[in-house]
């Protein structure tokens, strides 16, 4: 089965915990980019990857770093945590990314991240 | 600035009415938009797309309007059943999100 799979889907931390969100996808996709999602404020984006070792900043990239040294792995890292990062969190891919209409994410199930 | 809004953060209707949920865009080289459907406790799926040289695109009982003189596309349901409520996103590309819409369709 086609999907995107995020690891773990509940997580409670305390500040300044490193944590790793981890995120893998079985399609092949060239994409995978991060999301969080606050209430009231949408899909952010924090990070994307275009292909193996390219990343780059999305629109909320401060506190996070990522990796890609696989195609199909994208790791969310979280170096010392702070409760403003509490939030729900989503992995997405794809494989027409700047392509036109055919640009559909894949999205995982989301991490809720609670950092007390 | 935000660059896609929906300025509904939610709708309700009866089922079997039309449900129409609305985006505004600021950026008039958008050239394709996209919207997807959230379910309480899963990741947002892909429902359907519209190209700029488009003014409909239609995909059963989901339809999307693309008005660019107005910066404006919706996203019409027809009829509208119970398990539509869900959180619809509005999407530009890149992608860009608009913040959701609930959409709550009663029995």
């Given at each position: ?116 | ?80 059943q119970p398990g539509d ?23």
């Amino acid at each position: 089965e086609a999907q995107v799979t995020q690891n773990p889907r509940y997580l409670i931390t305390v500040t300044g915990k490193k944590l790793t969100v981890t995120c893998s996808q079985n399609m092949n996709h060239e994409y995978m980019s991060w999301y969080r999602q606050d209430p009231g404020l949408g899909l952010r984006q924090i990070y994307y990857s275009m292909n193996v070792e390219v990343t780059d900043k999305g629109d909320v990239p401060e506190g996070y770093k990522v990796s890609r040294k696989e195609k199909r792995n994208f790791p969310l890292i979280l170096e010392s945590p702070s409760p403003n990062q509490t939030s729900l969190y989503f992995c997405a891919s794809s494989s027409a990314m700047g392509r036109g209409p055919d640009e559909k994410l894949f999205f995982g199930s989301g991490t809720q991240l609670s950092v007390l | 600035d935000q660059q896609v809004k929906q300025n509904s953060p939610s709708l309700s209707v009866q089922e079997g009415r039309i449900s129409i949920l609305n985006c505004d865009y600021t950026n008039s080289m958008f050239d394709y938009f996209l919207w997807y459907k959230k379910y309480p406790a899963e990741g947002p799926t892909f429902l359907i797309s519209i190209s700029s040289i488009k003014d409909k695109n239609e995909d059963g009982r989901f339809t999307v309007f693309l008005n660019k003189s107005a910066k404006h596309l919706s996203l019409h349901i027809v009829p509208s059943q119970p398990g539509d409520s869900a959180v619809y996103f509005c999407a530009a590309p890149q992608p860009t999100f608009g913040d959701g819409t609930t959409l709550t369709v009663k029995p």
